[in-house]
């Protein structure tokens, strides 16, 4: 039960903070990931996160401009995405899994996916 919010229109430029809440009390044991899909393509990985947050990984295209992070007493991750771009339009999607990667496949559990729109 991974529930995401904070998608919305934004102007290139602007930023955003996605959140992903659950409440299992096992959050904390779970790696934790963000993926996308914009329209028309296939979904990929943006960022990931150790279950003590120690760890992080990212997508080149948002190298430098988004953060991953967590709060494991609250249960949630979050993603900053500053400096948007209009390519960065798409559903945003948390994940749950064991181990850390860019493959959707290696992920459990899966939230509904809340959509970030970049306007130029």
């Known amino acids: 039960q991974l529930q995401a919010s904070g998608g919305g229109l934004v102007q290139a430029g602007g930023s955003l903070r996605l959140s992903c809440a659950t409440p299992e009390r096992t959050f904390s044991a779970y790696v934790m990931g963000w993926f996308r899909r914009a329209p028309g393509k296939e979904r990929e990985f943006v960022a990931d996160?150790?279950?003590?947050?120690?760890?992080?990984d990212y997508a080149d295209s948002v190298k430098g401009r988004f953060t991953i992070s967590r709060d494991n007493a609250k249960n949630t991750v979050y993603l900053q995405m500053n400096s948007l771009k209009p390519e960065d339009t798409a559903v945003y999607y948390c994940?749950?899994?064991?181990?850390?990667?860019?493959?959707?496949?290696?992920?459990?559990?899966w939230g509904r996916g809340t959509l970030v729109t970049v306007s130029s």
């Open positions: 996160i150790s279950w003590s947050g120690a760890i992080t």
């Open positions: 994940a749950a899994g064991r181990t850390r990667s860019m493959s959707p496949t290696r992920y459990d559990y």
